[in-house]
């Protein structure tokens, strides 16, 4: 990999030197594993004038699960406990003669940034804005081959879920157990607050689990996802629980199939962000379901759980090829609940086959 992480830092140089920077400080965690293979606590990358170094705050420590540092890339551990990584990284160029350094204005604090001006006056300080986040949208195979296991992980610990008795146990309960599920099965941990909503509070995107208990009748909404070496995908479904679906149940289940189904296949390398929003969303704006419509239908994933791009009516680009987003429509009645279908996919031309989808669990509508 370290060649990967190599030609990674190039390109990001290119466009520092492009721009007029002769130096560029990377302190988003997320960035700095991207560039560096690890993003120890704290640590930020410094891609410098004759050299690059990954400047800790301690030794970074030997676990799979948060990376190993690039072995071409040196390691600058600071000598004493307190001090900042981007201080030190923006002493450490003045020391190789820079004059001009590019920083994540978007990720420093108004503190952190007033410290680089003082301790570093010398330098000229520009902003790199988004230019690293710009290269992580498309995934190569090493990339979507982790998101691929992901998904696979979250699957199954989904399926295993599905065959338990559901009744009567709470949203609260039932989420710390496809939790642990997860890493039972190799993921690093979830790739974010795993979502359990019963009943009226199914369909809602971000529900926090309460105590609310599963009853018979109700929708069951489970939206969950799988950190594996770092890369985080994410899935989505709704059931029902213990009795046969309700006429209106079903009317609302395949009125939100057919919109995921639409953005699913809208998934193209040349369509708009918009039209990929536009084909799922339109579907429920005709059937007059627009009561707690999601404000976004999707979005990117990989070292983050929401990346760029954002799948939404606003949103301005064109998808890649291998670029990984979800497909996440779903619509909220208040009162009654809601359907909510989430998967993820890659980006892949018509002659590969289409979009690659990389969670499988059935969408079926079950009873469970």
Known sequence: ?????ASRRTRL????NAAGSTAALISRPANVRYLAGAAPRGAVLLLGKREDLLVCAVPPEDRPSEGRPDDALRVHVLPGAGGDPAVAAAGLLMGQGGDCLAVEEHHLTVARHRELRSVAARLRLADLGGAVEQLRVVKDEEEISCLRIGAEIADQALGEL?????VGRTERHLALELERRLVDHGADGPAFATSVAAGPNSGRRGHRPTDRRVEEGDFLSVCLGATYRGYRCEIGRTFVIGTSPADWQIELYDLVFAAQRAGREALAPGAAYRDVDRAARQILDSAGRTEGLLALTGHGVGLEIEEDPQLTPAAMGKLDACVPVTVE????LPGRGGVRIDDTLVVRPEADGGPELLTIT???LLAL
């Open 1 to 5: 990999m370290s060649e990967v992480y």
């Open 13 to 16: 140089r290119e466009r520092c």
């Open 162 to 166: 599905l065959e338990s008795i559901l």
């Open 329 to 332: 429509p779903g619509v909220h």
């Open 362 to 364: 059935t969408k079926e």
